[in-house]
């Protein structure tokens, strides 16, 4: 095997969204003031891992917390729209305190990782899962031996796709927690095709606000 690349998994910064503790899904909500100041904290630090590539979710507080990285390096933000957040469905724009009245059992559900469909009509984390494993797969075939690629995307996409990075069941990946705003994981390629990518770094993160929303 050539020498391994690296994959950073990196979720976006806070929205005022996230703040509220609204189902975000793939609604286009903005980073607020602290998200701008997480992306560019934890730019300051990612830089030094010489990504060759950025690829962003094509929402904006994706692609803005992508834009910091960038413009601390030569390269230009691609996007991919199969590396959204969850479709929430009905839930969308919903708080938390909402969905705990009015839809008690499956947000219960979800927020424990059962393989439900937000709203009923959003998505499974099977499918997020596997759109977004297809970007992933599509941007470390361009990814050179030996460089890294950071990958910008969502609390929700980067849970769901835990299971078939890691190759481990649904099941086991709920005992993962969601990554917190502007934070990011590390993964370096193995040989195993067993244990594809092995965990180097996990919810990472430059700045100690508190955590907010997951999706």
Not at 45 to 63: C, E, G, H, N, T
Request: no cysteine.
């Amino acid at each position: 095997m050539s020498e391994p690349r690296r994959l950073v998994l990196w979720r976006h910064g806070r929205t005022a969204w996230n703040l509220e503790h609204r189902f975000q899904g793939q609604t286009d909500v903005a980073l607020d003031e602290v998200g701008v100041r997480q992306a560019r904290a934890a730019a300051g630090l990612l830089m030094a891992l010489r990504p060759q590539l950025i690829v962003s979710s094509d929402l904006s507080r994706a692609r803005d917390t992508a834009q910091a990285l960038a413009d601390r390096t030569s390269l230009t933000v691609q996007t991919d729209p199969r590396l959204r957040e969850t479709n929430g469905g009905r839930w969308e724009g919903r708080r938390r305190e909402e969905l705990l009245l009015e839809d008690p059992d499956t947000y219960r559900a979800w927020l424990a990782g059962e393989p439900v469909r937000p709203g009923g009509d959003g998505e499974g984390r099977g499918d997020v899962g596997a759109r977004v494993m297809a970007a992933i797969d599509d941007v470390m075939e361009r990814t050179k031996p030996g460089r890294t690629a950071v990958v910008v995307t969502h609390g929700g996409a980067a849970r769901s796709v835990l299971s078939p990075l890691l190759n481990r069941p649904f099941e086991q990946i709920r005992f993962f927690a969601v990554m917190r705003n502007a934070a990011w994981s590390v993964f370096l390629e193995n040989e195993s095709p067993d244990h594809p990518w092995q965990v180097l770094e996990y919810n990472a993160r430059s700045l100690p606000e508190p955590p907010a929303a997951d999706d």
